[in-house]
Nanobody, 125 residues
Framework: QVQLVESGGGSVQAGGSLRLSCTTSGYTYSWFYMAWFRQAPGKEREVVAFIHTFSGGTYYANSVKGRFTISQDNAKMTLYLQMNNLKPEDTAMYYC??????????????????WGQGTQVTVSS
């Protein structure tokens, strides 16, 4: 059974930092892409960042570029999201997602095959 488990969320003040982790298990092969999405109340789920697990290539949403860093530890089968200089508008539930194949729009939630349960990030001003 494939599982993605996020951790590291919490409440911080604006300008603070958090590091999210996503540990995967139950999948024998390597994912093509892993990503972080977020969803604020009343809004659609949006991509924050994703990484091509073989090449290490990354993508960031414009709203987080320069502040967030996505990385992976293949030995630990863990995905990370380092979030610096957090802003109140970063407040959301953050989800880890994994994609088995190479096709589809990797910026779209619908392209991902497995999801974690989410971890809440709250940034106060």
């Amino acid at each position: 059974q494939v599982q993605l488990v996020e951790s590291g969320g919490g409440s911080v003040q604006a300008g603070g930092s958090l590091r999210l982790s996503c540990t995967t298990s139950g999948y024998t092969y390597s994912w093509f892409y892993m990503a972080w999405f977020r969803q604020a109340p009343g809004k659609e789920r949006e991509v924050v960042a994703f990484i091509h697990t073989f090449s290490g290539g990354t993508y960031y949403a414009n709203s987080v570029k320069g502040r967030f860093t996505i990385s992976q530890d293949n030995a630990k089968m863990t995905l990370y999201l380092q979030m610096n200089n957090l802003k109140p508008e970063d407040t959301a539930m953050y989800y880890c997602a994994a994609k088995r194949g190479s096709g589809g729009d990797t910026r779209s939630a619908g392209a991902y095959d497995y999801w974690g349960q989410g971890t809440q990030v709250t940034v106060s001003s």
